[in-house]
């Protein structure tokens, strides 16, 4: 069993920058492929970010390549997402997930475990 909880969320102005963390408990964190998620009101949960068990790989939504890093610590049992240019349209809940295998991957329905989310808001 994993828990997961994100923070580092709040108000940004456009062209900001924010720095998400997601804390993991448990001895497995440094087995698990990690990813970011995000949901916009009225919309459907979509992928953001992967990064694999040993973080030597990485996969970014094209909407956040280029702006976006994910990180991790396993040292630290930790994940990061680091959001640089922000844009309205980030705006956003956002998720961190532990999938289960070592390598990355972008469906949501491969991912065991949740965060409770943290808010995003954009300002123009």
């Known amino acids: 069993q994993v828990q997961l909880i994100e923070s580092g969320g709040g108000l940004v102005q456009a062209g900001g920058s924010l720095r998400l963390s997601c804390a993991a408990s448990?001895?497995?964190?440094?087995?698990?492929?990690m990813g970011w998620f995000r949901q916009a009101p009225g919309k459907e949960r979509s992928f953001v970010a992967t990064i694999s068990a040993s973080g030597s790989s990485t996969a970014y939504a094209d909407s956040v390549k280029g702006r976006f890093t994910i990180s991790r610590d396993n040292a630290k049992n930790t994940v990061y997402l680091q959001m640089n240019s922000v844009k309205p349209e980030d705006t956003a809940v956002y998720y961190c997930a532990a999938r289960p295998r070592r390598t990355m991957n972008p469906n949501d329905n491969e991912y065991a475990y949740w965060g409770q989310g943290t808010q995003v808001t954009v300002s123009s």
């Open positions: 448990g001895r497995t964190f440094s087995t698990y492929a």
